[in-house]
């Protein structure tokens, strides 16, 4: 795949850039290696006052990155936006947290004198140089949700990222030069994901994250578990959302479409299979259908536009293949279901939703990435749970409800990182991210995430 930035509204290639060649990735190596060695010595404050800088540049440029990222990857401009204003909430949070969350833990005195030593604490310590191999549907936020834990613990990173958001890439390693992170602290590698094996067997490299695909995923894990090194890995969601006949339906039913169009429907913690209870299916059905059928597509540079195009016609071209098998397999058709009209450039859909969706469609277990949400009616709560849990991934899911035993079972058996109640899943800095089954291992965000790439050390002493 060239690495271009191509506007998925017109489907017109704006700009190519050349892939760093062997001599290049060598002198970025080199360069993270001996940053390293010097950058896991600087204290919190040091660190913190980078990061808060990057944070302060990062809303100036606010405009102008989100533009940048709508022209890449076709998402509205005012969720452009608002994915950088959380990217600078998000790294003064780790700025002022890093310390706290990494300080040293001292077992009680009992434990000590057991282990048969006068002293014991356990530290964080940084792991050294870690690769990320990022997408582009948040292509800014999911390398900031890795690089500000990263740089606060005291590593440092390489980015990998997605060939079609090349220019996103290029300003997040300015940004955190001109912030006056060392040399080396932060570099973007623009290289094709075939030159990706050789930089995660370099010795040099300690630990990589992944945010992306299955296969993505699997291909890095592989890699990675063959020269034993650590990996986190966010992987695709197909999360349900569960309607139960206490819920507000209305309220339900609104957050419902948002939930699904999220970021274009390009989101892996987007709702996608929509389980309700009989009780209140066709009420939902209704008002979800009528919410979705009336989202404005269009131009993502217009303040009015709802869903603009897929990032990528391969996507698109996936997306309706799912849609046209279930179809085929008897699915009903409430809304959407083809590219609209009078879009002859660019990757548009329709928002979608599909209704008497069944195991023999490729859609009930595979993951639509993009705005085609899947319907089901189920008649009792151990029909939900099962239901939301028939799925090969488990990266969050919704509930709706306001029976406080439905929300205890939920809790307690839904196959998920996430279990979010009355509202829709979202990613915060103070809380841990990711997934069970297919979704990936590892989580991200808080405390749990800053740890990932930590060297958990036990000082035992006489």
């Not at 948002?258 to 008002?287: L, M, P, W, Y």
């Not at 009792?380 to 090969?392: G, K, W």
Request: with cysteine; hydrophobic share 45%.
């Amino acid at each position: 795949m060239p690495i271009a930035t191509v506007n998925p509204t017109t489907g017109q290639t704006l700009r190519t850039f050349d892939a760093l060649d062997a001599a290049g990735i060598e002198r970025c190596l080199a360069d993270a290696a001996q940053t390293a060695a010097a950058y896991r010595r600087t204290t919190f404050a040091e660190r913190r006052e980078l990061l808060t800088r990057a944070a302060a540049l990062l809303e100036e440029d606010t405009e102008d990155i989100a533009r940048t990222m709508t022209t890449e990857m076709g998402k509205p401009l005012a969720a452009a936006r608002a994915e950088a204003a959380k990217c600078a909430k998000s790294m003064r949070w780790y700025a002022d947290h890093a310390e706290s969350l990494l300080g040293d833990e001292h077992p009680g005195a009992a434990d000590v004198s057991d282990a048969g030593a006068s002293a014991v604490r356990v530290t964080y310590r940084p792991i050294g140089v870690v690769l990320a191999v990022m997408p582009w549907n948040f292509p800014l936020w999911q390398v900031v949700r890795f690089a500000a834990p990263a740089l606060m613990a005291g590593n440092v990173g390489l980015l990998k990222h997605a060939s079609n958001v090349p220019q996103t890439a290029l300003y997040l390693g300015d940004l955190f030069h001109r912030a006056g992170f060392p040399r080396g602290c932060f570099q973007t590698l623009l290289i094709g994901s075939a030159a990706v094996e050789g930089v995660l067997r370099d010795p040099r490299v300690a630990a990589a994250t992944l945010t992306g695909s299955e296969p993505a995923g699997r291909a890095v894990a592989s890699v990675a578990g063959d020269v034993v090194k650590k990996t986190v890995l966010e992987l695709g969601g197909s999360d349900p959302f569960v309607v139960m006949p206490s819920a507000d339906i209305a309220q339900a039913a609104r957050t419902a479409v948002t939930a699904r169009v999220q970021n274009n429907g390009q989101s892996c913690i987007a709702a996608k299979r929509f389980i309700v209870h009989t009780d209140v299916h066709d009420e939902f059905a209704e008002r979800f259908t009528a919410g979705m059928a009336a989202l404005a597509v269009g131009d993502p540079m217009e303040e009015a536009t709802d869903v603009g195009p897929l990032a990528t016609e391969a996507g698109r071209a996936d997306l309706e293949e799912l849609v046209d098998d279930a179809v085929e397999h008897g699915a009903t058709v409430l809304c959407g279901g083809r590219r609209p009209p009078g879009f002859e450039h660019g990757w548009f859909y329709e928002p979608t939703v599909l209704a008497d969706v069944t195991p023999a469609m490729r859609i009930d277990q595979e993951e639509a990435f993009g705005p085609v949400a899947t319907l089901y009616r189920v008649g009792s709560l151990d029909e939900a749970v099962e239901r939301a849990n028939d799925t090969p991934f488990g990266l969050s899911s919704n509930v709706w409800t306001r029976d406080e035993a439905d929300i205890a079972r939920f809790a307690e058996d839904l196959q998920a990182g996430g279990v979010f109640v009355n509202g829709m899943t979202a990613s915060h800095p103070a809380l841990p991210f990711g997934g069970v089954k297919r979704s990936g291992y590892g989580r991200e965000l808080s405390g749990h995430g800053i740890r990932e790439f930590c060297n958990i050390t036990t000082v035992w002493q006489r």
